[in-house]
């Protein structure tokens, strides 16, 4: 399998029609270093093309609930997306407290992570 996914054939497999707009939130998607909201997946396309801000919503919310998407729903009100596909596994996030920016972090093994939380002595919880 390739480094990402065949997203013309994904919305052909899901029913879906394959448009410009729903192709381009994929394609920003993917390229993004983290996850996005959706004011910014929005200007992202109008740079390219115009487009309906209700189209967009409508359009990530269909692919959450079909999930290829994932919504964050961190501290605050405005929720972030990312591509949710087996190139991108669920992975921990942090926000800045100041500036409410969203990082991506590393998976990690949950073993390993008991491991390091429990400490050299192996602690009990």
């Known amino acids: 399998m390739s480094d990402s996914c065949d997203f013309f054939q994904w919305l052909l497999q899901q029913g879906l029609r394959p448009t410009a707009v729903r192709l381009a939130v994929l394609e920003i998607l993917r390229d993004a270093e983290r996850a996005l909201r959706a004011q910014e997946i929005l200007d992202a396309i109008r740079a390219r093309r115009r487009v309906n801000k209700v189209t967009v919503y409508r359009i990530l919310e269909d692919f959450t609930q079909r999930g290829v ?14 591509l949710a596909c087996e190139h991108r596994p669920p992975h921990p996030h942090f926000q800045c407290r100041s500036c409410r920016e969203i990082q991506c972090l590393e998976p990690v093994p949950l073993k390993r992570m008991w491991a390091e939380l429990q400490g050299p002595v192996g602690n009990q919880a």
């Not at 998407?69 to 605050?76: D, N, P, V």
């Open 69 to 82: 998407i994932r919504r964050l729903s961190l501290e605050g009100r405005v929720s972030h997306y990312e």
